[in-house]
Every structure is written in C-alpha cells, then in structure tokens.
C-alpha cells in the first residue's frame, strides 16, 4: 500500500506503548486513525496528544463479540478500514507452575482473540476492495520456545501463524499481511505489570531496545513495501535465522555463552 494518506487505520492495545507510536506514525502520514483500547480516559488524552486525526474507540480486546462491534463502531464513524494493525498484548514471564490461573490465561486471551476477532471482520472489504493491510505484532518469542515464559511464547507463535496464513490467503486479492517483529521496546510495561523481565534469557541484552515512535517508522515502511515479515533490527533479524536454520545448534551455543539461562535463576 504506496498511499497511506486518507486511509481508515485501526491500532488495538494503541493508548501507550509501542501501538501508540504505531498510532503517531499513521497519523504523521495522513490516515485516519482510531485506536482501540479498554481505558476510554487514556485513549482521549493520547488522542488529545497525537496530531492528525486519531479518535479513541473504548473495546474489551479479550471478548471478541466486543472487537467486532468496535470495527462496526468505526466502520460507521471513518468508513471501512483500509490498515489494521494487531497490537495489543501482554502477560507475565515466569516458570508456569510460578503463574495463577489468570496469569498463564491472560498472554493468550489478549491478543489472539483480539487479532482474531479484528482480522475477521476487516478481511471480507478489504477482499471486496482488492485493496488493504493488516499488521500483526509479534516477539523473538514467536521464533524460539524460550523457557519460564510459555503462554506468552504459545500466543506469539499463534500470532506468527495469523499473520503468515492471512499473507498467503490474502496475496490473490492484493491485500497485504506483515508480520512485524520488534526487539525489546521502550515502553515502561515492566514498570508497570507484573511481568519480569529477568525470566527472560541473557539473550535479550544482546540487542538494542528500542523506542516506539522508532517502530512506528518501521511498521510505515512495511506498509508501504507489503513486507511479509519484518524482523527489527537486523541484528534481531541474524539471530532468528541462525536459529531457524540451526536450532539445536543455536541453544547449545547460546547455553555454552551463558545467554539461555533467565537473569532470575
């Protein structure tokens, strides 16, 4: 998609973070932006903070019934929705036997059901039209099944399926599915869940952390080239494809260099 200017895009989970600076992004390009979230409060003051057009849609993105009505919402406010970008996510890393059943429950519910639910609901216009994008976020834990982090390891795998499955089912219509894969961003979530970053492995220190009007860029650029993975930074991008093509290998290396053990054991 070369013309973003004027396009309908929705970003869920977009009141902080990486889908506000996603948000920031399309609107800086002209689109009209709706971001979803659960917190109405919070999404009018980044709207309020954002330039462009960009309106907050109130939406519980782990009931799917809910995430069909807010796309109606905005079918009926901006028109059909030309760009979806599958943001929103979350859970806690540590040991499984460690989670509540609501903490192993959460990483999964949000953003699978929520990316489900959306792509469901844009994709018949978008194959009318011959014509859109969809955007799904995922992690390095969507490559590799890295230990004490497993439901949200399980989702983001789930995450890269959507995405690739919908970019070959999609392809014939030309509308467009990306697969985007950031690093570690910058977005304060550590601060303020419950979701420690020291279960993550060693590994992670490795790569620059990244800011998200830095990945908003990135999600543009995409867009417009109908990227059908995008793994950032390159270096992120050298370290999945050593492992997919060496996996064993890769661990046993990672294992001998101290970098698969989390900070916290």
Same mark, same amino acid.
């Given at each position: ?12 989970? +977009?009141? &902080? ?9 399309? $609107? #800086?390009?002209? @689109?009209?932006? =709706?971001? %979803? ?63 509540? +059943?609501? &903490? ?9 059901? $929520? #990316?489900?639910? @959306?792509?469901? =609901?844009? %994709? ?142």
């Amino acid at each position: 998609m070369k013309n973003i200017k004027d396009k309908v895009a929705v970003v869920t989970g +977009a009141s &902080e973070g990486i889908g506000k600076g996603i948000a920031k992004a399309l $609107a #800086a390009e002209g @689109a009209k932006v =709706a971001i %979803v979230a659960r917190s109405q409060d919070k999404l009018d003051a980044t709207a309020a903070e954002l330039s462009g057009e960009v309106k907050g849609f109130k939406a519980d993105l782990m009931d799917a019934d809910d995430v069909r009505r807010v796309i109606a919402e905005v079918n009926e406010h901006y028109g059909a929705v030309d760009i979806l970008v599958n943001n929103v996510g979350g859970g806690t890393f540590k040991p499984l036997h460690m989670q509540t +059943a609501a &903490e192993a429950d959460l990483p999964v519910g949000i953003p699978v059901t $929520a #990316a489900m639910a @959306a792509s469901h =609901a844009v %994709v018949p216009g978008m194959m009318e039209r011959r014509s859109g994008h969809i955007v799904t976020l995922t992690s390095p834990a969507g490559y590799i099944p890295f230990p004490n982090m497993m439901p949200y390891v399980a989702a983001r795998h789930a995450m890269n399926g959507l995405a690739l499955s919908l970019n070959e089912e999609l392809k014939p219509y030309g509308v467009g599915s990306t697969l985007f894969c950031p690093a570690q961003v910058n977005t304060g979530y550590f601060d303020r869940n419950d979701a420690n970053m020291d279960w993550y492995p060693k590994a992670s220190k490795i790569f620059p952390v990244l800011e998200p009007d830095e990945v908003g860029v990135e999600v543009i650029k995409a867009i417009r080239k109908n990227k059908r993975e995008m793994i950032y930074p390159w270096s992120l991008r050298w370290f999945v494809r050593a492992y997919q093509k060496l996996p064993v290998l890769s661990v046993a290396l990672l294992r001998l260099m101290g970098l698969w053990r989390p900070s916290a054991s």
